[in-house]
């Protein structure tokens, strides 16, 4: 299957039903507070079809695939209508014989809040539902050999027989599957007896019984070098992906930041680093140079390596991934830790733009073409794996930021709808009609220009997918 079927498919899989989601969120909230729906359509006009009509509204299909929209009584998509353009409406509402309707302009400030602020809230609302039921069908989860990287002479660790290589299979009888979880594990049992069962040259040794006390040096938290990049300084010098960087030159590493910004700091000049591989300690020089987005690097990618606090340093190694589906308590508790985890990941993502810590290629504003880019490859893995969660995942990612983007008080979207109505409680009185469907008029063909030019450079420059394979 093309890249571009690919990313058709994801665009009408994801995009058109969030849109009719958010349209939907409007069309409860417009009946909820008592405003007239005269139409809710699926696609835009020009009209196919009416599907039916139920109570005061008509439900239609529409010819262009681009999501929907809700056409209430007195408003015209994203504008108050003045005196003149309410007459097509009134004449609609005396053939339809629709009784008692009211306008988007007969409600009160709070009621016209809720009926435009419903459509981000439920596409919200959606994608927590989306991560719910990811984990009660099934989601993925890693797991891995944590395996002993080094042990700490005169730790609980040592004195109990750990050794370099174990692998921890189980903590207290409960399977452990990452080196972070079980340092967590750990971390809570502090100064309680423990049971490690160890795996060490492929047998299973007797349960090893010892204290959990929190060794000093558990406090520092190391770099677990992940990967190496071809063509950069740390895989000419020979840094090998699980090494473990422990110094540059005097200084030792107490944090992945500090590293990263020492690192920085040193464009062209040359570092001693010192490693950890194995029962070996080597202190390799390495010169940074400046990567594609201008950030003076080694070329390596790096990981917080945190050692227990009885005195080991443990690693994954052999990740192997698989899904499992969650009770409904589990799934709940799940789907809304990663729902909050977005919107932090979000805020974060702004920040690292402000500060000039992501390159321009990586912080562009997408078009509809580019999440069409973005989907295809995360359809691929779902059609690959034959797993529903990478398009279910991805669909609930765009529902929120689909949400956030609406909420922005600019005119013309739904946060500048409501920016003008906060106006209007402040002033008492609403802006005249005429005056509001010009700032939102002009906004609009901005936002539109910029949606032009972002899928021409989505088509001209494609969003480079292929860390997604």
Do not use: C
């Not at 990478?390 to 013309?412: D, H, Q, W």
């Amino acid at each position: 299957m093309t890249d571009f079927v690919l990313g058709l498919a994801s665009f009408v899989l994801v995009l058109i039903p969030l849109v009719v989601i958010h349209e939907f969120g409007h069309f409860i909230a417009a009946k909820l507070v008592g405003i007239t729906v005269l139409e809710f359509g699926i696609g835009f006009p020009p009209r196919a079809k009416v599907l039916f009509t139920r109570g005061d509204t008509i439900y239609t299909l529409n010819w262009l695939p681009i999501g929907g929209f809700v056409r209430p009584y007195g408003e015209d998509f994203v504008k108050p209508k003045t005196e003149a353009e309410l007459t097509a409406d009134q004449q609609e509402i005396r053939e339809r014989g629709i009784k008692n309707p009211k306008s988007v302009n007969q409600a009160t400030p709070w009621e016209r809040i809720i009926f435009m602020g419903a459509g981000p809230a439920i596409n919200l609302l959606a994608a927590l539902v989306i991560f719910v039921v990811i984990a009660l069908i099934g989601q993925p989860f890693a797991r891995a050999d944590v395996t002993v990287y080094d042990v700490m002479p005169g730790s609980p660790a040592e004195r109990a027989g750990l050794q370099p290589g174990d692998v921890i299979l189980e903590l207290n009888g409960a399977p452990v599957e990452s080196a972070d979880e079980f340092n967590a594990a750990l971390a809570s049992l502090s100064d309680e007896t423990v049971t490690l069962v160890i795996e060490r040259d492929g047998a299973v040794l007797e349960p090893i019984r010892l204290k959990a006390d929190v060794v000093e040096s558990a406090n520092v938290t190391r770099a677990y070098v992940n990967a190496v990049e071809e063509d950069m300084p740390a895989f000419t010098a020979g840094i090998l992906p699980e090494d473990v960087i422990v110094k540059v030159d005097d200084i030792e590493i107490t944090s992945i930041k500090q590293l990263q910004d020492y690192t920085a700091s040193h464009e062209g000049q040359e570092i001693v680093v010192t490693i950890l591989r194995g029962g070996e300690t080597l202190q390799i020089p390495v010169t940074p140079v400046k990567d594609s987005n201008g950030t003076a690097r080694m070329g390596v990618s790096i990981s917080p390596l945190q050692p227990a606090i009885i005195g080991l340093t443990a690693v994954n190694r052999d990740v192997r991934t698989y899904t499992r589906p969650l009770p409904l308590g589990q799934a709940i508790e799940t789907g809304f830790n990663q729902f909050v985890e977005v919107p932090r990941l979000i805020v974060q993502l702004v920040g690292d733009i402000i500060r000039g810590e992501i390159g321009a290629e990586a912080a562009r504003p997408v078009s509809p073409v580019g999440i069409g880019q973005l989907g295809g490859p995360v359809l691929e893995q779902s059609i690959e794996t034959e797993q529903v969660y990478p398009i279910l995942g991805f669909a609930a990612m765009i529902s929120i930021a689909l949400a956030f983007t609406n909420l922005l008080p600019i005119p013309g979207l739904d946060g500048g709808r409501i920016l003008f109505v906060i106006i209007e409680l402040i002033r008492g009185k609403p802006m005249e009609p005429e005056r509001e469907g010009l700032i939102h008029f002009i906004s609009l063909l901005f936002l539109l220009s910029l949606i032009a030019i972002t899928i021409i450079n989505d088509i001209i420059n494609p969003i480079d997918v292929s860390n997604l394979r």
